[in-house]
């Protein structure tokens, strides 16, 4: 192609695009003094008048630009109905190339004369696409075929287009670095070129005929219900330009006129077709990536199946890159914000901001269900305002980056190339949907495609097989832990285990520590011991050791009114509450803030309106009177008293009293920074240990009817407005079964709930526990397994973010291992020295003697106690012998099935967590250690009481 040529060609672009541009804002403009009525005619014109601008000038220019028009035409989602009455024209019906061309290239490129080849062959096209032209003939043995015959020049052409359009691309992005489409056209210049080469679409089109014909020779076989049923035709003959195939009669996909005549169900077609793309995406990894609607037919005979068609265009998905992408579709599905950032993390996408809930309703969006080209308009515009509000809370994000400069700066750092083509091929399959006016769920009819490849690839076979190496690899221990391995491989057959951690201290040295399974249903990636999980109300173990700790430093006393304290509590009745009445949950306050949280459940996120609803909240009984379990104000009462009596932050507290003491940084949290979500478990519900309590389907129901509201809330705003209408209903299990759905949301698990929202890694946990069994004495660190304990950054840095200042007010920077990390009685302790594994006597985080005795609520400290399980802070574990019923350890479990505890006299720590809600493994781990150690089983974890301590506990009612 000249230059002059090329030149003509990029300002005829030019020109176009200014004469659209300046006849919509002069429309913009009148429109505003017009009525109702005329404003609508006056869109209409404007938008049919520059579609024939847009036609004639792509009809004119042809190569890239036909390709550009044909995807357009399949936006009948996005695009006025007037453009998509023009482009579609394109899908095809360009003029023909003269007949001599085609015969000139047949001859060159087979070797013979069409009459030679050929028994009959139609002079006339059955289409003029962007790159070829088809004609239908018939071999020379009887077969009826089509030829498909490049154009002579398309390929200088199409390259030259491809440079024009980046050099376009490039300029944009200059100009408004926001707007950034750069790996979009890079993809576009690496793929399309490869369109040219027929011979390569002949080989695409067999290997996508052979995956969706059930021939694959991998090692899975999926099951029928994954199967579709499509046509795609037989490859006969194939050279660089020219392709022959079988020919198959049927009707134009936008024939709707002819659709209708033949009685197809438009909604049955397009969920084949959407299948037909899953399985190639999600179970083939190898998929087309033009699907526009010139490229299928619909069989003329019933069942009217859909024929696929050009298959030049394809990509290649590695194993990793489509079970990440999988994995995204899941994270949508299930509203899992920790796996969505963990899809994003395995297909290489990169931000330069901590943004999760802007990347869940992107990715909502892209997965959001088709509906009639008139309503999708609506839809679009609703989208566009809820752009604008995402795009205002990054700008603010970007503007608390520090000097401004990163203010206009793309907020995605890395795009990976496969996925230009992964989310082309949803938009257009929307396209095709809303044009024959269907509705379609896409996160329905793709789902058990997803679910199949995420399961299919190694985790099933290793997951409930014996192989250990389900067990993540960690020196062995002792004896015990090696029982423990085949117990847990065994609950991991049985799927009674999904992910889960255990470790024991026994004399402060670590006798078990394991890590095993995968951190989620939809996240098939190990556990490892620095794993984070959700441990519900374990939290509370260690928000009581916040408050024990102040009372050890002196800060506080248990008889301490906590209206002396805490401004503005002395009111409605509390005037008499003391620290002792909410460490024993005697309160009086267990079920104030049921109607408030039922109204707007997402205020537990909210610290300072939490503490403010507990300063003004009226008791239901008065303090001391009885002892009912504070679910969640226990968490804020603490909370407020933590904060008032000290002057400090919640967190900075905790990273002050145990998380630098303990070397547990990076794996100690309640509520999370930002940067740990690569290593966060996600939750699900053993529905069979629901099954027996409830009927299953009312469960599944229950489930299914959260799951939606969920995904509902994640698809437009950041924050959700209210939560399923099961949770705080007062129904245990109702509530149990809403759980994972509300806590696998990123924004709570970011949240300060002192009372239900830690995140711990099990090797943490019992650290925490070991030092109180040992009456406050920091451990040796241990060393065994890898990465080593308190190897993280406990406040990741987030790529090149910087901190705002409130984040910074909230998130204090890790010291580093060389600095010192806790002070005892006015003497540093130095990390390295605790690395020796010497035990000073200045490490130790409790100094009173008789810390067993005041948490367990017993001795001299007795009379601050109700009789009931509970002590001063952490729930009391009994065991009867010979002597009657007697408290052997003392610790705190979560509902699902989490636990920390420890036995003081035999200065035993355990701690379990795991992603599997369920009653009865946290019981079985208990029982085979406490038999392995003759050491006494708590009746909560006995053959007799396997739900566990916390699971069989009540809402509202008293507890002794």
């Known amino acids: 192609m000249g230059l002059g040529r090329n030149i003509k060609r990029q300002l005829k672009v030019f020109k176009l695009a200014l004469i659209i541009y300046l006849d919509y804002k002069a429309v913009q403009r009148v429109v505003k003094w017009t009525s109702a009525e005329r404003r ?36 009948a989602d996005v695009l006025p109905e007037p453009y998509i009455e023009c482009l579609k024209q ?9 007949l001599s061309e085609v015969y000139r290239t047949i001859e060159m490129e087979l070797g013979k004369p069409v009459n030679y080849l050929f028994k009959k062959f139609d002079e006339i096209p059955l289409a003029t696409a962007s790159i070829a032209q088809v004609h239908r003939a018939c071999a020379k043995d009887g077969v009826d075929v089509v030829v498909k015959v490049q154009h002579e020049g398309i390929k200088e052409i199409i390259l030259q287009d491809l440079k024009s359009a980046k050099t376009v691309v490039e300029w944009v992005a200059w100009a408004e670095p926001q707007h950034n489409f750069g790996p979009v056209i890079d993809e576009w210049c690496a793929e399309v070129p490869k369109e040219l080469d027929f011979n390569r679409e002949a080989d695409n089109t067999r290997t996508v005929s052979k995956n969706l014909g059930h021939q694959n020779d991998g090692i899975y076989t999926f099951p029928g219900s994954y199967q579709v049923d499509v046509l795609v035709p037989e490859v006969i003959q194939s050279t660089e330009k020219v392709i022959v195939l079988q020919y198959m009669d049927g009707v134009r996909l936008s024939d709707l006129v002819a659709l209708d005549e033949l009685g197809v169900d438009k909604q049955v077609l397009v969920e084949a077709i959407t299948c037909a793309y899953a399985h190639q995406i999600y179970i083939d990894g190898f998929f087309n990536g033009d699907p526009h609607p010139g490229n299928f037919l619909v069989s003329k005979e019933p069942p009217f199946r859909p024929i696929l068609l ?3 265009l394809t990509k290649a998905l590695t194993i990793a890159m489509k079970q990440a992408f999988a994995k995204m579709l899941l994270a949508c599905a299930e509203g899992d914000y920790a796996a969505l950032l963990s899809a994003f993390n395995e297909m290489g996408l990169r ?23 008139r309503e999708s308009i609506g839809d679009m515009k609703a989208w566009a305002k809820e752009r604008e509000e995402h795009m205002r809370k990054v700008q603010k994000k970007m503007k608390q980056g520090g000097d401004g400069k990163n203010l206009h700066r793309n907020p995605v750092d890395a795009f990976p190339s496969d996925a230009v083509f992964f989310m082309r091929v949803l938009s257009l399959l929307r396209g095709l949907s809303s044009m024959l006016g269907t509705r379609v769920v896409y996160l329905d009819v793709m789902r058990p495609f997803a679910e199949a490849t995420l399961w299919s690839e190694n985790v099933p076979r290793s997951l409930y097989s014996e192989n250990s190496e389900w067990v993540y690899a960690t020196p062995l221990h002792s004896g015990i832990e090696r029982k423990l391995r085949e117990l847990l491989i065994d609950l991991g057959k049985q799927q009674k285990v999904l992910g889960i951690q255990v470790c024991a201290y026994k004399d402060g040295k670590v006798i078990v520590d394991l890590a095993a399974g995968v951190l989620g249903k939809y996240d098939p990636r190990p556990v490892q011991p620095d794993s984070l999980f959700p441990v519900f109300s374990v939290t509370k ?29 002395a009111v409605n009745g509390k005037e008499e509450c003391t620290v002792a009445h909410v460490l024993n949950h005697t309160a009086g306050l267990h079920n104030v803030l049921s109607d408030v949280l039922r109204e707007d459940p997402f205020l537990m996120c909210n610290w300072d309106d939490m503490l403010n609803q507990m300063a003004d909240a009226t008791p239901e009984s008065p303090p001391g009177f009885h002892q009912v379990y504070h679910t969640l104000t226990y968490g804020w009462l603490c909370g407020g008293i933590i904060e008032k009596a000290t002057g400090k932050k919640f967190q900075d507290l905790l990273e002050e009293a145990f998380v630098h003491p303990l070397g547990v940084e990076g794996e100690f949290y309640i509520g999370i920074p930002p940067g740990v979500e690569s290593r966060l478990a996600s939750l699900t519900i053993d529905v069979d240990e629901i099954r027996p ?45 809403s759980l994972p759905l509300l806590f696998n949301i990123l924004f709570i698990r970011r949240a300060i709930i002192p009372a239900a929202n830690g995140h711990f890694s099990a090797r943490a946990l019992a650290r925490f526990y070991a030092m109180l069994s040992s009456g406050g004495i920091v451990p040796p660190a241990p060393s ?21 200042q409130s984040e910074k007010r909230r998130w204090r920077k890790k010291r580093t291992k060389d600095e010192h990390i806790s002070e005892c009685n006015g003497t540093s302790i130095d990390l390295k020295t605790l690395q020796n594994g010497t035990i000073a006597s200045c490490k130790k985080i409790f100094n009173c003697p008789k810390i067993h005795d005041k948490i367990m609520g017993s001795g001299e400290y007795s009379g601050f106690t109700h009789n009931g399980p509970f002590g001063l802070g952490f729930r009391r574990h009994s065991s009867k012998d010979q002597n009657g019923q007697q408290f052997i350890a003392f610790g705190h479990s979560g509902v699902g099935g989490s636990t920390g505890l420890c036995y003081p006299e035999q200065n035993f720590a355990l701690a379990i967590t795991l992603n599997k809600m369920s009653r009865q493994v946290t019981a079985k781990i208990v029982r085979l250690i406490c038999s392995e150690l003759d050491l006494p089983c708590p009746d909560d974890y006995s053959e007799v009481g396997t739900s566990g301590p916390d699971t069989g506990l009540h809402l509202k009612t008293p507890l002794s």
Not at 543 to 566: E, F, Y
Request: hydrophobic share 40%.
């Open 40 to 75: 609508d005619k006056l869109w209409d014109n404007v938008h049919r008048r520059n579609a024939k601008r847009v036609l004639k000038v792509i009809m004119e220019m042809e190569g890239l630009w036909v390709k550009l028009g044909q995807y357009l035409s399949a936006r």
């Open 90 to 98: 394109l899908q095809d019906s360009l003029p023909a190339r003269p």
């Open 310 to 312: 050009d298959f030049g």
């Open 351 to 373: 931000f330069n901001l901590d943004m999760p809930e802007e990347a869940m309703a992107v990715s909502n969006f892209f997965f959001r269900s088709s509906m009639p080209q």
């Open 541 to 569: 173990g260690v928000t009581s050791g916040l408050l024990h700790w102040l009372i050890d430093q002196g800060k506080l006393n248990l008889h301490d009114k906590v209206a002396s304290l805490w401004h503005g509590f």
């Open 693 to 737: 309590v409830i009927p299953f389907t009312q469960t599944e129901e229950s489930l299914e009817s959260d799951k939606t509201e969920l995904n509902q809330m994640g698809d437009a705003k950041s924050i959700p407005s209210r939560a399923p209408k099961s949770v705080f209903s007062g129904d245990i299990i109702s509530v149990i079964a």
């Open 784 to 804: 065994s397994s890898e990465p080593t304990l308190g190897s993280h950054s406990h406040i990741p840095s987030f790529s090149s973010k910087k901190l705002g």
